[in-house]
């Protein structure tokens, strides 16, 4: 499946450059986009494990259908509307990598599961009483519901911190015929600071030695067994280490949901550190030595705004601003630009040009005194992470390497 | 106008405590809306100034209908998109707060000028290359564009910063005939730090007298000059500094749009530092001594969660993040604390009870070990600022002071 209608002709489609499209705007180029879905899937593959992509980054069904294509083996979400979206864009397997609580998202996921019967929705439990709360709900509505067991990080978000609690949680859902147990769940990616990397090997160890633990208890419902982790960040180390062992039930999915589109910022960085890792594997004599493809993730998403003033020297400021764009990993950094009417193409923006602030409209560009820059100009930004600045825009711009609009993709928050 | 059913049956109406709303939720108390609706439209009456709240605050249709219905003489929007909201929901004034810069974003506002013939448009100005485009294009297309020349601050936003700026632009702006120089605008919120009230009444009388000057020159070629200012930090000076000269020809005009639903975090600090200036004022003999409102703008908006974890002693989890609420002006504030099933009504949560950390879909909050919480409670949070909370929702409940839902109020964001 293709986002692309090489069919049309370019002059028919809107385009960025001949200033068809009000800005700012948000813009996917296509290429790398598919690129970069390529790419993940074919790791996976080669890696023998399963892709569950995180939907939320992108709440874009136009996306999740091409994940979905290209052979994701369900979607991931975070809330029972995400799910719905999911399971609306084509997902027969939806993983909320969130707890279900509240009788009000109960009764979301109750009548979601009544409009798709096969669907196979999976939730995380990590508390006894979430477990009771569950049971006596889904005993109510006479309807299973799989859980995957949640093992969480010290100090980190939700999930079970030690054997007591796993022990406890598990004999509570036994209680409650509705549950059924499914597999076990972590996110890695909360683990931050010195020595990270033995930190998240440990932590993923663990968490499949507790799967396997469970397994030999018989403690799981379910004839295939979850064993699910990875965000942006550490996917490899997951891929590696939840397929090290010899259990055959056992289903090891990952979940990363930003390299669909990748960034210039934290996941740019989080991805050279994967990308180092995967040589550093290719030299032992471990692995078959094609683990590291010879193309990395490419940034795909830009924000497109005008040159909106230039009141004062040193200052520029563009109209766009808190209300479009992620800012809370660095601000978005200028990548093209370009001077409608004048110039043939975009250029690489002067990397003097920085954003120094920003406001919910605005945002302010520090530049050189004598720089060649004009109110109406355009400049083309990338932002980290990508999931903030998805969730700003209710229509995505899917463009081509000549910036003409091939489709506009809703967004589903 | 009112948007309280008072007719229906309360048992019809869907109730957060009951948990007939999935959470998290963004609310609005109906009785603190009107509240603080009636607080700014008696401000702006007993000041003889005009008021043209900014709508980018809630771009709430509803909200918008409630303030013109008040006695708002026009709504203020940041973009085109926002200004054909505004004209939607029947503002026939509408102040753009903002340049005008682009040919997609100029057809947009020529698109709207044919759409709704009685609008009165005004957007904001402050260089000479931006008049020959907007001129050039409004030539091209036969209809006038009303302008406001933005006077800035040094090391703030956009704006002439000096006299030689403010001279060029209005020659040039004197050569297109079909852009009409209406008035003069400046938002005075971008003055910070120490003697800020002395900074900022300096330049309000700066940009007043500027007003005054070109009026003399007689640059405008409207009948009325607008002369605006004013966020929801300095309205109270802006409407005692706009008001004092002797020109008729000049309407003064308030542009705040926090107050409508307030906050407890920055624009609650910003209005206690107003209300202490007019009980100031009343002290004086200068003004009769009826500008100080026995009663202060309430806070109205909350996000309503669920605690969705208690994974590990002293920390919940709670189950909104920064896809919810905003996060730049503090973290989101316990207000309220509920069990379903349980507590009678919400009680006021423990101050001990903090927010220490925001994810995308996730909040941390630190607690005391031995905290009266569980997983499945519920809580109310402030937010600050407001404008940050409303972009992220597509639907705001507006709930009676029962917690019933009265409305479901969409944002056009």
């Known amino acids: 499946m293709s986002l692309s209608h090489n069919t049309q002709n370019p002059r028919s489609m809107r385009n960025l450059l001949r200033e068809e499209i009000p800005l700012p ?16 899937q074919n790791f996976v593959n080669q890696r023998g494990v399963k892709l569950a992509p995180h939907g939320k980054t992108t709440m874009t069904p136009a996306f999740f259908r091409l994940q979905l ?38 009764q979301l996921v109750s009548a979601l599961l009544v409009d798709y019967p096969q669907l196979e929705l ?18 109510e509505s006479r309807q299973n519901l799989k859980l995957l067991l949640e093992i969480g990080v010290p100090g980190g978000r939700t999930g079970c911190r030690d054997a007591a609690q ?5 004999e509570e859902i036994q209680h409650w015929p509705q549950l059924q147990l499914a597999g076990v769940e972590t ?6 600071g010195e020595c990270a990397e033995g930190r998240v090997t440990e932590h993923l160890q663990q968490v499949r030695d507790i799967c396997l633990d469970l397994l030999t208890q018989e403690k799981f419902t379910t004839e ?18 939840f397929v090290d062992h010899n259990e055959p039930r056992i289903l090891p999915i990952l979940r990363p949901g930003c390299y669909l589109t990748h960034d210039r910022g934290i996941y740019q960085q989080a991805q050279a550190a994967v990308m180092q890792r995967l040589e550093r594997l290719e030299k032992t004599e471990r692995f078959d030595g094609h683990y590291c493809p010879p193309e990395d993730l490419q940034s795909g998403l830009e924000i497109w705004a005008y040159v909106q003033s230039l009141p004062e020297p040193g200052m520029a400021i563009l109209n766009f601003g808190k209300r479009d764009a992620a800012y809370d990993a660095g601000l978005p950094k200028p990548e093209l630009h370009f001077r409608p009417g004048t110039d043939p193409a975009p250029r690489v923006a002067d990397e003097a040009w920085q954003l120094t602030g920003i406001m919910d409209q605005h945002a302010m560009m520090k530049i050189p005194d004598d720089a060649d820059i004009q109110v109406g100009d355009m400049l083309a930004l990338s932002t980290s992470h990508p999931c903030l600045t998805f969730d700003k825009w209710r229509q995505i711009l899917v463009i081509d390497d000549y910036f003409n609009v091939l489709e506009v993709a809703d967004t589903c928050f």
């Open 25 to 40: 705007a948000a813009v996917v180029y296509n290429s790398r986009l598919q690129h970069n879905l390529q790419w993940m």
């Open 187 to 192: 996110y890695e990616g909360l683990i931050h």
């Open 122 to 139: 999976y939730c995380l439990i990590d508390s006894v009483e979430n477990a009771r709360q569950l049971g006596q709900f889904f005993a």
């Open 69 to 106: 294509a290209a052979g994701a083996w369900g979607m991931t979400i975070a809330t029972p509307q995400q799910a719905r979206v999911a399971a609306g864009a084509g997902a027969t397997r939806v993983l909320m990598a969130n707890q279900l609580v509240g009788r009000g998202n109960m």
């Open 224 to 241: 295939s067994v979850i064993l699910s982790g990875a965000g942006s960040a550490w996917y490899d180390r997951v891929a590696d280490i």
């Open 166 to 170: 796993v022990r406890a949680l598990c």
